[in-house]
Nanobody, 118 residues
Framework: QVQLVESGGGLVQPGGSLRLSCAAS????????MGWHRQAPGKERELVAV???????NYADSVKGRFTISRDNAQNTMYLQMDSLKPEDTAVYYC????????????WGKGTLVIVSS
């Protein structure tokens, strides 16, 4: 089993920056890709960024060039550096991890709220 705990959310003004963290614990050895998803009010949850164990990254077009995903495998921690934040970035951000213990398993954190507002 894998437990994911997000942190770093909060209130920030447009144009500001925020860094989210996701700490993984438990049986983390078999974690493959990790990523950040977000769900804005009235919207479906969407993929923001993903990163593989090897460091390959992909971003949603809406955040490309502004957000940077990174992963510290030794510390079992994933980060999302969010720069040039916009009001439309307001959402609950969820940490996600895919692991394989035979079959593929997906794990989710409880989310951290990011509000971008003046």
């Amino acid at each position: 089993q894998v437990q994911l705990v997000e942190s770093g959310g909060g209130l920030v003004q447009p144009g500001g920056s925020l860094r989210l963290s996701c700490a993984a614990s438990g049986n983390i050895f078999n974690i493959n890709a990790m990523g950040w998803h977000r769900q804005a009010p009235g919207k479906e949850r969407e993929l923001v960024a993903v990163i593989t164990r090897g460091g390959s990254q992909n971003y949603a077009d809406s955040v490309k060039g502004r957000f940077t995903i990174s992963r510290d495998n030794a510390q079992n921690t994933m980060y999302l550096q969010m720069d040039s934040l916009k009001p439309e970035d307001t959402a609950v951000y969820y940490c996600h991890a895919n692991a394989r213990y035979g079959p593929s398993m997906d794990y989710w954190g409880k989310g951290t709220l990011v509000i971008v507002s003046s």
